[in-house]
């Protein structure tokens, strides 16, 4: 059981779209629409933003969005907001009940 | 509104076991649905699963922590626990308990604040 992949950091401008992407394999994100993704800022616990893939926890801002292609799994992010600096997290269903994380990603608001 | 958190010593010696509670409040544990998870995070690096228990006592391993890792339930102080036996170094990391959502969506929708376990002598 691999972690999955994420881009250790990525970088962008205020009002800009952002995609930060989580590849796994055929036994993970590619087997199950069972993906999650979570917010942490610093010093601070995750916060769900996506589940199943796709579906927004109610309180979440809609410029949230997540999406799933093969074995690669996207949270976009549009309208980028300073306060959306932090780390971003997927997480996905790995069979056999077992879960697998990403390594997290490091947004940047320039 | 679920709170959970999470309580333990902060400071392990290595090869000793590595023991931490978590107390649930504003829902019962005993509810139906819910897997009651165990989650580290290592300094500056992403987030791992541990495994997760039901109420009913039923319970699953990250494979790779399995041969260590025992988590236990007790329903009527409304807590679930963690031991990690034979610590080392690279146990050490901040560790958060999690309510994840078995019937589905395999999410985890609330956390504990989390909690810092350093393994040195």
């Known amino acids: 059981q691999s972690a999955l992949t994420q881009p250790a950091s990525v970088s962008g401008s205020p009002g800009q779209s952002m995609t930060i992407s989580c590849t796994g394999t055929?036994?993970?994100?590619?087997?199950?629409?069972?993906i999650s993704w979570y917010q942490q800022h610093p010093g601070k616990a995750p916060e769900l933003i996506i589940y199943?893939?796709?579906k927004r926890p109610s309180g979440v801002s809609n410029r949230f969005s997540g999406s799933k292609s093969g074995n690669t799994a996207s949270l976009t992010i549009s309208g980028l907001q300073a306060e959306d600096e932090a780390h971003y997290h997927c997480?996905?269903?790995?069979?056999?009940?077992?879960?697998?994380f990403g390594g997290g990603t490091k947004l940047t608001v320039l | 509104q679920v709170q959970l958190q999470e309580s333990g010593p902060g400071l392990v010696k290595p090869s000793q076991t590595l023991s931490l509670t978590c107390t649930v409040s504003?829902?019962?544990?005993?509810?139906?649905?819910?897997?009651w998870s165990w989650i580290r995070q290592h300094p500056g690096r992403g987030l791992e699963w541990i495994g997760y228990?039901?109420?009913?006592?039923?319970?699953h391993y990250n494979p790779s922590l399995k041969s260590r890792v025992t988590i236990s339930v007790d329903t009527t102080t409304n807590q679930f626990s963690l031991k990690m036996t034979s610590a080392t170094a690279a146990d050490t990391a901040v560790y958060y308990c999690?309510?994840?959502?078995?019937?589905?969506?395999?999410?985890?929708?609330?956390w504990g604040q989390g909690t810092l376990v350093t393994v040195s002598s």
């Open positions: 999690a309510r994840e959502d078995s019937y589905g969506t395999r999410s985890f929708d609330y």
């Open positions: 504003g829902g019962s544990i005993s509810t139906a649905g819910y897997y």
């Open positions: 228990i039901y109420y009913s006592g039923n319970t």
């Open positions: 055929s036994s993970d994100v590619g087997g199950y629409n069972l």
């Open positions: 199943e893939g796709t």
């Open positions: 997480c996905s269903y790995a069979g056999r009940s077992t879960l697998v």
